[in-house]
């Protein structure tokens, strides 16, 4: 599976933005897709996840209610819609997915997408 992240940007605080994450190569075999993040000096950190089949969502507590993270199985893309961004939002965001459950939605996935960079200015 390869996945490609789109979308990124720079933004003023409030705005919007969406990303896109396309799969490509053997996507059937994909469990979840999930967004993370990684802010200058931090740790790459989970910001959301959403199961392929059934589209069970779950979310870091950072973005609830300004995050929404959905799918298009026929386009095999994974979009993540966030609103209300902060200056605190800034950071490279990218995909990854999981081949199956692998006990945890923060941990443990299969393939990673190139980060897409969002810059959010106050």
């Known amino acids: 599976v390869q996945l490609q992240a789109s979308g990124g940007g720079l933004v003023q605080a409030g705005g919007s933005l969406r990303l896109s994450c396309a799969a490509s190569?053997?996507?059937?075999?994909?469990?979840?897709e999930a967004w993370f993040r990684q802010a200058p000096g931090k740790e790459r950190e989970f910001v959301a996840v959403?199961?392929?089949?059934?589209?069970?969502?779950y979310y870091a507590d950072s973005v609830k209610g300004r995050f929404t993270i959905s799918r298009d199985t026929a386009k095999n893309t994974v979009y993540l819609q966030m609103n209300s961004l902060k200056t605190e939002d800034t950071a490279v965001y990218y995909c990854?997915?999981?081949?199956?459950?692998?006990?945890?939605?923060?941990?443990?996935?299969?393939?990673w997408g190139q980060g897409t960079q969002v810059t959010v200015s106050s």
């Open positions: 959403i199961r392929w089949n059934g589209g069970f969502t």
């Open positions: 990854a997915a999981q081949r199956a459950y692998s006990g945890s939605y923060k941990l443990g996935y299969d393939y």
């Open positions: 190569g053997r996507t059937f075999s994909t469990y979840a």
